[in-house]
């Protein structure tokens, strides 16, 4: 790669210059950083990592492989028809806009371009997050190798369809909050069951890393492994008839499913507004 234009400065786009920086992918130089109207978070990203802030136009897009939009979806509008002449055909945009289709940035664009959408999460930050892609019939083999390194360097990648984004969004996006409401309640219980909140914050966290490593390192399914801690008459029976009695695996279901329908009412609310933006452009 000889050079990545980020659109936007915020928690995404910090996440991954964090991880192309660490795992050496680029060299930091060849980062470049703009958004709207944030100079001093510029200023942050350029200390921290020695990415660079300067340049505007066509100065900042010349040679860059990818254009990565990081921007909030609301503002997808404005930046992408503020970057519009400098696009071209070559330019690999990398998007990672939530609810934001491929067809709304080629139409706000104006041209036919090589898209790709990343849905990642917010366990970007520490480089573990579970991210899927999906890419338009323009996006060549070398493309999609390229995203997918991009991706890697903060976890996870895996490919699906476009039209998988929105399970992709309720099952894995918002995923970290799921465990973190888990937690919240174990935290909860260890304090009613007269348990230290240091003590019950290491032991928790370790049983989730413990069972994740599961998980990870087995075939079994698990149901298999929930079964294998369960003796009949012991104590995990008897915490697993009360899930059981309350619906919480049912609620669960029920959770993603919301979440799922969520990400594609929201997507067509803004592929709306886009498309009501462009009429107007």
């Not at 990818?66 to 690999?92: C, M, Q, Y």
């Not at 039209?163 to 409401?181: E, F, H, M, R």
């Amino acid at each position: 790669m000889k050079k990545l234009v980020f659109i936007g400065a915020g928690s995404m786009a910090e996440a991954m210059i964090s991880g192309i920086v660490e795992k050496g992918l680029l060299e930091k130089e060849k980062i470049r950083v703009t958004n709207r109207s944030d100079q001093k978070k510029l200023e942050q990203l350029q200390q921290r990592y020695g990415v660079s802030i300067s340049g505007s136009g066509a100065e900042l897009f010349d040679d860059a492989d990818a254009v990565i939009l990081a921007v909030k979806p609301k503002d997808a509008a404005n930046a992408i028809s503020a970057i519009r002449p400098f696009l071209t055909e070559k330019t690999l945009i990398i998007s990672v806009l939530a609810g934001v289709s491929i067809e709304s940035i080629e139409k706000l664009a104006g041209k036919e371009l090589a898209v790709v959408r990343a849905m990642p999460n917010t366990s970007a930050a520490i480089g573990k997050s579970a991210t899927a892609l999906a890419v338009n019939n323009r996006v060549s083999l070398k493309q999609k190798k390229m995203a997918e390194t991009i991706f890697n360097t903060i976890g996870l990648t895996a490919a699906v369809a476009e039209n998988q984004l929105d399970a992709v969004t309720g099952l894995s996006g918002s995923g970290p909050a799921y465990i973190y409401y888990l937690v919240e309640a174990m935290e909860k219980s260890a304090a009613e069951i007269g348990l230290e909140k240091g003590l019950a914050k290491e032991l928790i966290i370790q049983t989730l890393l413990g069972a994740a490593g599961m998980l990870d390192s087995t075939n079994k399914a698990p149901k298999q492994l929930r079964q294998d801690v369960t003796s009949p008459g012991g104590t995990t029976e008897a915490g697993i008839k009360v899930l059981e009695a309350h619906g919480v695996q049912d609620a669960f279901i029920s959770c993603i499913k919301e979440a799922t329908a969520q990400s594609k009412k929201l997507g067509s609310m803004l592929s709306s507004e886009i498309n009501s933006v462009k009429q107007h452009v």
